[in-house]
């Protein structure tokens, strides 16, 4: 990823050298990623003015997520960009600013014209195919609406490799959920017939399917595209080997994905009493599966240019 962020930031701040630089994480969660992102464009900005014998522009970051997202927890942490930015030799101190910014990515965020870089990294999820042309073709408009001219956007997501709808690697990772619910209706902790009746609907598409609604809105050149697989497990970046050293601390690491993702839509059908205990076993049954194999995930990587309008 680090090199189309490279590339997107770099360029638009070569075609503008801009004074003033806005750049929007939509999807932050509570850290630690979005402090990474954040801090690598600002690595950029400074590694670039150096190149071109400019000030630094001052930035302005806006991290968004949901009203409930706990943006005390990542302001927090802010500490932690100080450290990583730690202004050595031949770099260049860029001031910069950040605000929280709560609200759906799916509504308008900030006034035309106004955003130079977004950027936004496994935020975006869909339940169906018609709900994915849908939001995805909005999400589009709005951020169009919203970029200056020239400005760009960064985006990953989960993706599908397969064919097949269902016959994706979604699929062992619900699979291992469904072991863990089951176990507990088992015991009696869920009801049976609420398990019956939980469906986890997530859509995955496939690039193509990317593609053609990126196409058909004609709103935006596609600069890069790409299908890589990432490692469920953040932590574990043993690219070469399929086997995992520690599978009970990496369980634990998928769990916290995973609940990431999933837990709004278990507790609403659940209650959230249940929600410690299930990822609890979702942990272990994801550590003996590690045992077999790692849980990789198609992601799908694409950053687009606003296109001028004529
Ligand atoms: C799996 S986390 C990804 C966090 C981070 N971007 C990363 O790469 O680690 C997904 C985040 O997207 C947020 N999200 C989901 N739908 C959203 C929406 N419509 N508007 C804003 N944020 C949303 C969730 O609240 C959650 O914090």
């Known amino acids: 990823m680090r090199p189309m962020l490279e590339e997107a930031v770099g360029e638009i701040y070569r075609n503008l050298l801009p004074e003033k630089m806005v750049v929007a994480d939509l999807g932050c969660s509570s850290g630690p ?31 968004n997520d949901l009203r409930n997202n706990d943006f005390n927890n990542l302001f927090r942490s ?3 960009v100080e450290q990583r930015l730690r202004v050595g030799k031949g770099t260049i101190s860029v001031p910069y600013f950040v605000a ?48 200056v001219p020239c400005g760009q956007m960064v985006l990953s997501f989960l993706g599908r490799n397969k064919k097949d709808k269902l016959d994706g690697e979604m699929s062992t990772i619900y699979g291992l959920l469904a072991e863990a619910l089951d176990s507990m209706v088992r015991e009696g902790l869920v009801e049976e017939e609420k398990f019956d009746t939980f469906n986890l609907p997530l859509f995955v598409p496939s690039s193509k399917e990317v593609e053609v609604i990126v196409k058909l809105q004609g709103l935006y050149d596609i600069i890069h595209f790409q299908t890589f697989e990432s490692n469920l497990d953040p932590f574990d970046d043993d690219l070469d080997d399929n086997v995992v050293l520690d599978n009970v601390q990496s369980g634990a690491n998928c769990a916290k994905v995973i609940r990431s993702v999933f837990e709004p839509m278990i507790a609403n059908h659940f209650g ?9 076993r979702y942990a272990t049954n994801v550590a003996k599966h590690l045992l077999k194999e790692k849980l990789m995930l198609p992601v799908l990587a694409l950053s687009l240019k606003k296109k001028e309008v004529t």
């Open 100 to 147: 929280g910014l709560p609200g759906s990515f799916y509504g308008g965020l900030f006034p035309r014209h106004s955003v130079h870089f977004f950027h936004s990294s496994y935020s975006l999820m869909w339940i169906s195919q018609e709900q994915f042309h849908r939001d995805f073709s909005h999400f589009l408009k709005l951020r169009f609406d919203e970029l």
């Open 33 to 63: 990623n979005t402090l990474v992102v954040l801090s690598e464009v600002i690595k950029i900005i400074s590694n670039q003015c150096l190149r071109v014998g400019q000030q630094p522009p001052e930035m302005q970051f806006f991290l």
């Open 272 to 280: 959230s009493a249940i929600v410690d205990d299930l990822f609890s």
């Open 78 to 80: 802010l500490d932690h």
